[in-house]
């Protein structure tokens, strides 16, 4: 018996590393597990978001569940795709509910002539069998390949800069103010919140130089110990800038205080699993919102994760020589699972998680390093107490060496060459500026077409590049569009 197992325990590796094509990558089964871990921390924080914004009532309109239910599903169906990524597409590379899609779901679409929570998850639903098409004929990894190689490599730094800013943001290191956006609060660093963003930056750093194995892992590991041991004995509570909710404390901590209360261990119950009604808003806002909607909807997932996808790949060394990265159909065959998935489930559509950026600078280069991330998110069910404890200023240092990482490619542009560099800029500066990867994409894109246009060569644009402006133009004009139909 005790053979048998020391035997299996041997094969093992053996079965994983041939699996996922651990050495041929260039990792190890250590930095797979490391940079799961590091990807699950940084993007934790979706747990305690999510809730919260799929929870608010609007007009009488009640949410699918409690926050503890909507935090379980959040969990069960982010673990069950993230796990898919890995075994099915062999990448490095997480999911869950999107930011941005939920806060349109919660704030634009609930309430609108009635729509209900279930009625936007329809939506949603509908939205990822649409992109599901897209992918299996093959034309949403057309559209990918026929993107010029130096905007491929500007989505990447533009998005290094983003997570970089949205890191800032989230610590309330970098606010907005008297200006759009000032240091700290009122030109100035204040509060132990941002100490522990420092300490956890600067350690990180310290870490990296030294060319220390998990950095980024030790990096969070210490500053959400500093952070417990300082909410112990300061008492600092949750930031809030709003009276409405209680006294002002703009020097708390970001999203999650780091206490634990209670028994660490819960047991979950995901309710929301299910409630969704696939045509229900059609006798709420009539067809032509609900194509305009859906549109708005498939646009920001269509290209979202193509820039992710773009950047993770090439933060790990793992793009071809075109620019794409390996098994591209099966990678967006998930992705586009992952949105039908967060509909049905309740909790919005999931999609690519531009933190795992931060599972690779760690070492992850191998679907495994998603399957460690999923079973996290699984485990997370039991363990929502725990997971809560990290507060944004102990995983947000990680974003901001994951983005100097990343902005390292921006040596890989011709700066001398216009026609290249002029929409490689606003690829870049339109995604931390516009606060969205989809904003970039598409001004890149309609830039790039201007350029050629402009230097006379209209024959070297690939035709799904026109096809794909076209869509970009819809897309920034929707609001004047939808005024002109007569549409709410």
Same mark, same amino acid.
């Given at each position: 018996?005790?053979?048998r197992?020391?035997?299996?325990g041997?094969a093992?590796?053996?079965?994983?590393n041939?699996?996922?094509r651990?050495?041929?990558?260039?990792?190890t089964?250590?930095?797979?597990v490391?940079?799961?871990?590091v990807?699950f921390?940084?993007?934790?924080?979706?747990?305690?978001l999510?809730?919260?914004?799929?929870?608010a009532?609007?007009?009488?309109?009640?949410?699918l569940?409690t926050?503890e239910?909507i935090a379980?599903?959040?969990a069960? &169906?982010?673990g069950?795709?993230?796990?898919?990524?890995g075994?099915?597409?062999?990448?490095p590379?997480?999911l869950?509910?999107?930011l941005?899609?939920?806060?349109?779901v919660?704030?634009t679409l609930v309430?609108?002539?009635g729509?209900?929570?279930?009625?936007?998850?329809?939506?949603?639903?509908?939205e990822?069998v649409?992109i599901?098409?897209l992918v299996?004929?093959g034309?949403?990894?057309?559209?990918?390949?026929?993107?010029?190689?130096?905007i491929? /490599?500007?989505?990447?730094?533009?998005?290094?800069?983003?997570i970089?800013?949205?890191?800032?943001?989230?610590? %309330?290191v970098v606010?907005?103010?008297g200006?759009? =956006?000032?240091l700290?609060?009122?030109?100035?660093?204040?509060?132990?919140p941002?100490?522990?963003?420092?300490?956890g =930056?600067f350690l990180?750093?310290?870490?990296?130089?030294? %060319?220390?194995?998990?950095s980024?892992?030790?990096?969070i590991?210490?500053?959400?110990?500093?952070a417990a041991?300082?909410?112990?004995?300061?008492?600092?509570g949750a930031f809030n800038?709003d009276?409405?909710?209680? $006294?002002?404390? @703009?020097?708390?901590?970001?999203l999650?205080?780091?206490?634990?209360?209670?028994s660490?261990?819960?047991m979950p119950h995901?309710?929301t699993?299910?409630?969704f009604s696939?045509?229900?808003? @059609?006798?709420k806002?009539?067809?032509?919102s609900v194509?305009?909607?859906?549109?708005?909807?498939?646009l920001a997932?269509?290209?979202?994760?193509m820039?992710?996808m773009?950047?993770?790949?090439a933060?790990?060394d793992?793009?071809?020589?075109?620019?794409? $990265?390996?098994?591209?159909?099966?990678? =967006?065959?998930?992705?586009? @699972?992952?949105?039908?998935a967060?509909g049905?489930?309740g909790?919005?559509s999931?999609?690519?998680y531009?933190?795992?950026?931060?599972g690779?600078?760690?070492g992850?280069r191998t679907?495994?390093a998603?399957?460690?991330?999923?079973?996290l998110?699984?485990?997370?069910?039991?363990?929502?107490?725990?997971?809560?404890?990290?507060?944004?200023?102990?995983?947000t240092?990680? =974003?901001?060496v994951?983005?100097?990482?990343?902005? /390292?490619? &921006?040596?890989d542009?011709?700066? %001398?060459?216009?026609?290249i560099?002029? $929409?490689?800029?606003?690829?870049?500066?339109m995604?931390?500026?516009?606060?969205?990867?989809?904003?970039g994409?598409?001004?890149?894109?309609?830039?790039?077409?201007?350029?050629?246009?402009?230097?006379?060569?209209?024959?070297?644009?690939?035709?799904l590049?026109?096809?794909?402006g076209?869509l970009?133009v819809?897309y920034f004009?929707?609001?004047?569009?939808?005024?002109i139909?007569?549409?709410?």
């Amino acid at each position: 018996m005790n053979t048998r197992i020391l035997a299996l325990g041997r094969a093992i590796p053996q079965i994983l590393n041939r699996f996922f094509r651990i050495t041929e990558r260039g990792s190890t089964i250590a930095r797979e597990v490391r940079g799961g871990v590091v990807t699950f921390f940084t993007m934790s924080y979706i747990l305690v978001l999510n809730p919260l914004i799929l929870s608010a009532e609007h007009e009488g309109i009640a949410p699918l569940g409690t926050t503890e239910q909507i935090a379980a599903g959040t969990a069960l &169906v982010a673990g069950v795709m993230t796990i898919l990524m890995g075994l099915i597409a062999n990448y490095p590379m997480a999911l869950a509910a999107g930011l941005g899609i939920n806060a349109m779901v919660a704030y634009t679409l609930v309430g609108m002539n009635g729509m209900t929570y279930a009625d936007a998850m329809g939506l949603i639903v509908i939205e990822g069998v649409i992109i599901l098409v897209l992918v299996l004929t093959g034309f949403r990894e057309a559209v990918f390949k026929a993107v010029p190689s130096h905007i491929k /490599t500007a989505i990447s730094v533009g998005i290094g800069l983003f997570i970089a800013l949205i890191g800032l943001v989230d610590a %309330k290191v970098v606010r907005a103010g008297g200006t759009p =956006l000032e240091l700290g609060l009122g030109g100035s660093l204040q509060g132990w919140p941002v100490l522990v963003f420092l300490f956890g =930056l600067f350690l990180m750093i310290i870490l990296h130089v030294r %060319k220390v194995k998990g950095s980024i892992l030790i990096g969070i590991a210490a500053s959400t110990v500093l952070a417990a041991i300082i909410e112990a004995v300061a008492h600092l509570g949750a930031f809030n800038d709003d009276e409405k909710h209680g $006294p002002l404390n @703009l020097t708390g901590w970001s999203l999650s205080v780091p206490s634990l209360s209670g028994s660490p261990v819960e047991m979950p119950h995901p309710a929301t699993l299910g409630q969704f009604s696939l045509l229900g808003s @059609l006798n709420k806002v009539g067809i032509v919102s609900v194509v305009l909607l859906v549109f708005s909807l498939l646009l920001a997932d269509f290209f979202d994760t193509m820039g992710t996808m773009v950047a993770i790949g090439a933060e790990g060394d793992l793009l071809d020589e075109s620019g794409n $990265p390996p098994r591209t159909r099966e990678i =967006l065959v998930v992705d586009s @699972l992952a949105a039908v998935a967060g509909g049905a489930g309740g909790v919005s559509s999931n999609t690519a998680y531009v933190e795992s950026a931060a599972g690779v600078g760690e070492g992850a280069r191998t679907g495994l390093a998603s399957v460690v991330t999923g079973a996290l998110f699984l485990a997370s069910m039991f363990l929502a107490p725990v997971v809560s404890m990290v507060p944004y200023e102990a995983a947000t240092p990680a =974003l901001v060496v994951v983005g100097f990482l990343m902005m /390292t490619q &921006v040596t890989d542009i011709d700066w %001398k060459s216009p026609e290249i560099a002029l $929409p490689a800029f606003i690829t870049i500066i339109m995604m931390p500026f516009s606060y969205s990867i989809t904003n970039g994409i598409g001004s890149g894109f309609i830039a790039y077409l201007v350029v050629q246009l402009a230097r006379g060569r209209v024959r070297q644009i690939h035709p799904l590049m026109w096809v794909a402006g076209a869509l970009f133009v819809v897309y920034f004009t929707l609001t004047p569009i939808r005024a002109i139909l007569g549409v709410s």
